[in-house]
């Protein structure tokens, strides 16, 4: 058996693929709408499958499979899919999966972005029962012979509820219906749902995938271990005779090419190269928001969330499945909204802005910006109150970084 080398070693020298032999160490970025063909024949052979070939960018391109390869590498899939944002790549593989009359079972405390989504599939009429926790009670509880898939967050942001992939994906299975997990926070690099029993991994590369905060970009990764019945996953029969790659097939050669939610070969290269320092950005990163969530933990007057805190309800899992990592993001309480606002706007280095995953510090007020439309009930039950401040921790310097965020804390009071 092939012996599994070190993850940034796996990153730079993986079996990715760049394309033409011309012995690039990247991948060109293919920057065209399509592909020449010397004969008519062959591009229909292209088109017909019968030969491997790129016709036109939203259909296929080199750079796009480069990046897919990649990733569907680090996260051990079977196959992957680009898309233009994460949430093309959420709503792709849904609607891959589900048809009028289906139901889902998701978690609450969501993206915003996806609590919305969620909403639209209504009129389509794919409906969405919310379980509070993704647990075996409330599961076993919504389940019933319409649900055809369970979509949940590994790391919910901001909430930080982590998913029991084990526990979730075991229950899933009995019913014969796949786990879809958005490890868009957690990253290849603390957990591979794939591993611990998902079925199909989604991310947001806008985030932690490319760091640098350059692009726009989703992926979906197919852990083609699913054992299809397509008299119940009836999206996919016309898929049938792939048997267990029918979902991936279902996407790429149909809703994914005709929704037209490719990546740009840009953003593919731009992700491409991100990519591949995301071991040593995580690495940096959850230390930097280990020692900050624990400085500020220290301040008498604030409540700070994150999961390597003791105190905080999700702890087990830093051991359990996030490879002792507590991610990128914490949320600290400052007492008022004036106190949380006066904070953010005294901090030197963190960047005010609504993005998470980026080498730069961020901060936000969640609950004047992300639920700005959202009811009290709504914005609680994801962990958000007048007073919170969430932290998107960047790679800056650790002494620099908790300096900062402890004296606007005390230049606050
Ligand atoms: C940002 C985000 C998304 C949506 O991704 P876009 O690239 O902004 O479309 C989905 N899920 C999670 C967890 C996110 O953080």
Same mark, same amino acid.
Request: glycine share 10%.
């Given at each position: 058996?092939?012996?599994?080398?070190?993850?940034?070693?796996?990153?730079?020298?993986?079996?990715?693929?760049?394309?033409?032999?011309?012995?690039?160490?990247?991948?060109?970025?293919?920057?065209?709408?399509?592909?020449?063909?010397?004969?008519?024949?062959?591009?229909?052979?292209?088109?017909?499958?019968?030969?491997?070939?790129?016709? @036109?960018?939203?259909?296929?391109?080199?750079?796009?499979?480069?990046?897919?390869?990649?990733?569907?590498?680090?996260?051990?899939?079977?196959?992957?899919?680009? =898309?233009?944002?994460?949430?093309?790549?959420?709503?792709?593989?849904?609607?891959?999966? =589900?048809?009028?009359?289906?139901?889902?079972?998701?978690?609450?405390?969501?993206?915003?972005?996806?609590?919305?989504?969620?909403?639209?599939?209504?009129?389509?009429?794919?409906?969405?029962?919310?379980?509070?926790?993704?647990?075996?009670?409330?599961?076993?509880?919504?389940?019933?012979?319409?649900?055809?898939?369970?979509?949940?967050?590994?790391?919910?942001?901001?909430?930080?509820?982590?998913?029991?992939?084990?526990?979730?994906?075991?229950?899933?299975?009995?019913?014969?219906?796949?786990?879809?997990?958005?490890?868009?926070?957690?990253?290849?690099?603390?957990?591979?749902?794939?591993?611990?029993?998902?079925?199909?991994?989604?991310?947001?590369?806008?985030?932690?995938?490319?760091?640098? &905060?350059?692009?726009? &970009? &989703?992926?979906?990764?197919?852990?083609?271990?699913?054992?299809?019945?397509?008299?119940?996953?009836?999206?996919?029969?016309?898929?049938?005779?792939?048997?267990?790659?029918?979902?991936?097939?279902?996407?790429?050669?149909?809703?994914?090419?005709?929704?037209?939610?490719?990546?740009?070969?840009?953003?593919?290269?731009?992700?491409?190269?991100?990519?591949?320092?995301?071991?040593?950005?995580?690495?940096?990163?959850?230390?930097?928001?280990?020692?900050?969530?624990?400085?500020?933990?220290?301040?008498?007057?604030?409540?700070?969330? @994150?999961?390597?805190?003791?105190?905080?309800?999700?702890?087990?899992?830093?051991?359990?499945?996030?490879? &002792?990592?507590?991610?990128?993001?914490?949320?600290?309480?400052?007492?008022?909204?004036?106190?949380?606002?006066?904070?953010?706007?005294?901090?030197? @280095?963190?960047?005010?802005?609504?993005?998470?995953?980026?080498?730069?510090?961020?901060?936000?007020?969640?609950?004047?910006?992300?639920?700005?439309?959202?009811?009290?009930?709504?914005?609680?039950?994801?962990?958000?109150?007048?007073?919170?401040?969430?932290?998107?921790?960047?790679?800056?310097?650790?002494?620099?970084?908790?300096?900062?965020?402890?004296?606007?804390?005390?230049?606050?009071?």
């Amino acid at each position: 058996m092939e012996q599994e080398c070190g993850f940034n070693t796996k990153i730079l020298h993986g079996k990715t693929s760049h394309g033409y032999g011309q012995r690039e160490i990247l991948p060109p970025i293919s920057q065209v709408t399509a592909f020449e063909y010397e004969s008519m024949e062959e591009l229909e052979k292209v088109f017909s499958h019968k030969s491997m070939g790129y016709a @036109y960018t939203r259909i296929g391109n080199p750079t796009l499979t480069s990046f897919e390869q990649k990733i569907n590498e680090l996260e051990g899939g079977i196959g992957a899919i680009s =898309c233009s944002s994460g949430m093309s790549a959420i709503s792709c593989a849904l609607l891959a999966l =589900c048809e009028s009359g289906d139901e889902i079972i998701a978690g609450s405390g969501l993206y915003g972005g996806t609590i919305d989504l969620f909403h639209d599939l209504e009129k389509l009429g794919i409906h969405t029962v919310f379980a509070d926790v993704l647990d075996r009670e409330n599961i076993e509880r919504l389940l019933n012979d319409k649900t055809k898939a369970i979509f949940g967050e590994l790391i919910s942001n901001p909430s930080l509820r982590v998913l029991d992939i084990p526990e979730v994906s075991e229950i899933a299975h009995k019913a014969g219906i796949p786990l879809i997990v958005d490890s868009t926070t957690a990253t290849p690099y603390i957990c591979r749902p794939l591993k611990l029993g998902a079925d199909i991994v989604i991310h947001s590369t806008s985030k932690y995938i490319n760091g640098g &905060g350059n692009s726009i &970009g &989703g992926i979906i990764v197919d852990g083609g271990k699913f054992a299809w019945d397509f008299d119940k996953h009836t999206a996919l029969s016309d898929f049938k005779k792939y048997g267990k790659m029918a979902f991936l097939l279902r996407l790429r050669t149909d809703i994914w090419e005709n929704l037209g939610g490719c990546m740009a070969p840009l953003n593919a290269f731009l992700s491409y190269i991100g990519v591949d320092t995301l071991g040593l950005r995580m690495e940096r990163i959850c230390e930097n928001a280990d020692e900050l969530a624990k400085a500020l933990d220290d301040e008498a007057d604030i409540t700070v969330s @994150y999961l390597t805190l003791k105190t905080h309800p999700y702890h087990k899992y830093v051991e359990k499945e996030l490879n &002792g990592y507590g991610g990128g993001i914490l949320n600290f309480r400052a007492g008022s909204k004036e106190k949380a606002f006066k904070i953010i706007n005294s901090l030197k @280095y963190a960047m005010i802005a609504s993005n998470i995953g980026d080498i730069r510090t961020l901060v936000i007020h969640p609950a004047s910006t992300l639920y700005i439309h959202s009811g009290r009930a709504e914005m609680e039950a994801a962990g958000v109150y007048d007073d919170t401040v969430r932290v998107s921790v960047g790679i800056e310097d650790k002494k620099d970084l908790i300096e900062d965020f402890v004296n606007a804390v005390r230049n606050s009071r």
